[in-house]
């Protein structure tokens, strides 16, 4: 097979791989790690062009998601991305343009869970559990209604 073969391929591939579901750069490399480094490279910048692979996109429809079905702290939201292989500066600037809205899910998230929980266990446990799951210190104040 000549190079031009290979080439087309490994974009087939790759390009299945993507439209199955969103995926961002470093899980592409992950999956394909055995190919031709190079060639894989040139694959990703192929589709990067072509926007099917685009990290900053990737972040608003993740997160965009996570507030439709869950509910998540923004570090929590954090480190489901970086667990993505997004890097920290991309997901940094995506929180801080989009921080108002980010604080009011968050609190929203934290209002729900703490009804939620309140029926299981104590206040401080359920204070306990919030912060486990990376609620800031002003968000637990403003749902128990100190702030």
Known sequence: MNETQEFDKLKTQVLKYVLYKKRTEAEIRQKFSQ???SMLDDVIQYLQENNYI??????EKAINEFQKLKNMSIKEIEYKLLSKGITKDKIENYIYKHEEKLIEYELNSA???YIKKEKTMSKEDIILYLRKKGYTDETIRKIEGKE
């Open 54 to 59: 685009n990290d900053d996109i990737y972040i």
């Open 111 to 113: 209002q729900n869970l």
């Open 35 to 37: 190919s031709e480094e």
